[in-house]
C-alpha cells in the first residue's frame, strides 16, 4: 500500500542549528501539505504546494522556515535557525488534487526536539 | 475564521461502553468535516468526512458521526468501545473555498479501561 514516506522519525539539535526533514508523497498526489503539532495540540499548516508551487504559506515563519518541492514530487523543510519552540511533530501529507472529494493522506511525521 | 471546538481534552470510557466524542464547528457556510485518529508517535488516519450528503456519515472501525446544522455539531460515536480504540482523536473542517486545508481542533484523548 502505498504511502507517505517522512524522514527522519527522529531529530534532536540545539538551539540556533539548521534543521531539515524530508517528505515523499504518494506517487501521483499533487498536493502536498506541511503541519505543526505542538504537543498537546491539533496540527497547523505551515504551508501548501501545489505541484512545485506554494499555494499557502501563510502561517510559515519565513524568518527562519523555509520549504521547496523543485520538481514537484518530494519535499524539504528547513529551519535555520531552530529555537526551543520549535520542538513540535513536523506532519507531512499529500493528496491526489486539492478537491474536497480525495483524501490526504498522513506520514508517521518527523518528531523534533530542539535543546 | 473557521474553526472547530472539541469539548473535552480527555474521556475515559469502560470496555464494550458507548463512545462520544464532541465537535463542534463554526460556520455561516455548510462545511466540509472530517475526525481522523492519531495513535502515539503516528500520523493521522481519517476515520470519516462529511460532504453535505448523507447527514449521518459511517467510518472505519464502527465509528459514525451526525452533522446536526441547527446545533452546528458532528458528534463522533461508537456503539461499543474496544482496547483498541484508545488513542487521539482530532475534528477538522475545511475552510469554503480553500481546497484541501485542514483546520483541527485541539484533539481528545480516549481512555479505554477495561
Known amino acids: 500500500e502505498a504511502e507517505v514516506a517522512q524522514s527522519p522519525r527522529y531529530k534532536i539539535t540545539e538551539k540556533s542549528q539548521a534543521v531539515a526533514f524530508w517528505c515523499d508523497p504518494i506517487?501521483?498526489?499533487?498536493?502536498l501539505y506541511w503541519y505543526r503539532q505542538i504537543l498537546g495540540q491539533g496540527p497547523e499548516l505551515l504551508v501548501q504546494f501545489q505541484d512545485e508551487s506554494v499555494v499557502d504559506d501563510s502561517q510559515l515563519p519565513k524568518d527562519r522556515f523555509s520549504a521547496e518541492r523543485l520538481k514537484g514530487v518530494d519535499s524539504t523543510l528547513k529551519i535555520q535557525p531552530a529555537e526551543l519552540g520549535d520542538s513540535a511533530m513536523y506532519l507531512c501529507?499529500?493528496?491526489?488534487?486539492?478537491?474536497?472529494?480525495?483524501?490526504?493522506?498522513f506520514g508517521q511525521g518527523t518528531r523534533l526536539t530542539v535543546v | 475564521a473557521q474553526s472547530v471546538t472539541q469539548l473535552g481534552s480527555h474521556v475515559s470510557v469502560s470496555e464494550g461502553a458507548l463512545v462520544l466524542l464532541r465537535c463542534n464547528y463554526s460556520?455561516?457556510?455548510?462545511?466540509?468535516l472530517f475526525w481522523y485518529v492519531q495513535y502515539p508517535n503516528q500520523g493521522l488516519q481519517l476515520l470519516l468526512k462529511y460532504t453535505s450528503a448523507a447527514t449521518l456519515v459511517k467510518g472505519i472501525n464502527g465509528f459514525e458521526a451526525e452533522f446536526k446544522k441547527s446545533e452546528t455539531s458532528f458528534h463522533l460515536t461508537k456503539p461499543s468501545a474496544h482496547m483498541s480504540d484508545a488513542a487521539e482523536y482530532f475534528c477538522a473542517v475545511t475552510p469554503y473555498n480553500q481546497g484541501g486545508k485542514l483546520i483541527f481542533g485541539q484533539g481528545t484523548e480516549l481512555s479505554v479501561k477495561p
Open positions: 460556520s455561516s457556510v455548510p462545511p466540509y
Open positions: 501529507a499529500s493528496q491526489r488534487g486539492s478537491s474536497l472529494n480525495t483524501e490526504a493522506f
Open positions: 506517487s501521483g498526489h499533487a498536493t
